[in-house]
Every structure is written in structure tokens, then in C-alpha cells.
Nanobody, 124 residues
């Protein structure tokens, strides 16, 4: 079955960097889009970034554009989220997810598979 496993979260000071990884397995992901979302307690899951498996389409939320970079390594079946200039408001559990179609790539309801999440904490 499809598995998505996130890693790379942790505690970092404001202004620092982290790189999250999402290792995908269980099928081929051609045509899929892989997205990153984040969630804090009491709030809805928020779109962060997404990339088509081919790399032809990339999407960013306005709040992270210019600071975060999404990329993928098809040979490793892994999608990365490089997060720079981190702010305390970036603190959240970060999830990666896979969708069969890139339509509505920013909508969590579009996604079919989810990882377990990784905690990112940015201290001020």
C-alpha cells in the first residue's frame, strides 16, 4: 500500500533552516502531485507547497513563498521541503500528502494519501 513517511522536523531558532523529507513508497507516482501541509492545534490543515511528480508544476502558499523550496528526487521517490528564514509562526506539524491529480493542489480534500506528520518548532 502507499506509504508516505516524513522526517527532518525538529526545534530551530527563528531565522534558521530545516529540510523536511517525504519518502514515498507502494506504487509509482507518475502523474501524482505531492503536497506539504501544516497544522497547529485548533486550526485547519493549511497548504504549504506542492509539486507534480514530473516537476512541471510547483505551488507555494503566499506565507512561505521566497523562504521555502520544494523539490523531488524521483530516483529516491522522495520530495523535500527546504525551509529557510523560519519564523515562530511556521511552528506546526507538517504533513506530506499525495494526490492522483494536480487539480486543486492546494486543497487537502484533493489528497488521497497522508503521512503521519513531523513536528517543526521555531523558537523566538
Amino acid at each position: 500500500q502507499v506509504q508516505l513517511v516524513e522526517s527532518g522536523g525538529g526545534l530551530v531558532q527563528a531565522g534558521g533552516s530545516l529540510r523536511l523529507s517525504c519518502a514515498a513508497s507502494g506504487r509509482t507516482f507518475n502523474g501524482y502531485v505531492i503536497g506539504w501541509f501544516r497544522q497547529t492545534p485548533g486550526k485547519e490543515r493549511e497548504f504549504v507547497s506542492a509539486i507534480r511528480w514530473s516537476g512541471s508544476n510547483i505551488y507555494y502558499a503566499g506565507s512561505v513563498k521566497g523562504r521555502f523550496t520544494i523539490s523531488r528526487d524521483n530516483a529516491k521517490n522522495t520530495v523535500y521541503l527546504q525551509m529557510n528564514s523560519l519564523k515562530p509562526e511556521d511552528t506546526a506539524v507538517y504533513y506530506c500528502a499525495a494526490a492522483r491529480t494536480y487539480y486543486s493542489a492546494t486543497d487537502p480534500l484533493n489528497y488521497n494519501y497522508w503521512g503521519q506528520g513531523t513536528q517543526v518548532t521555531v523558537s523566538s
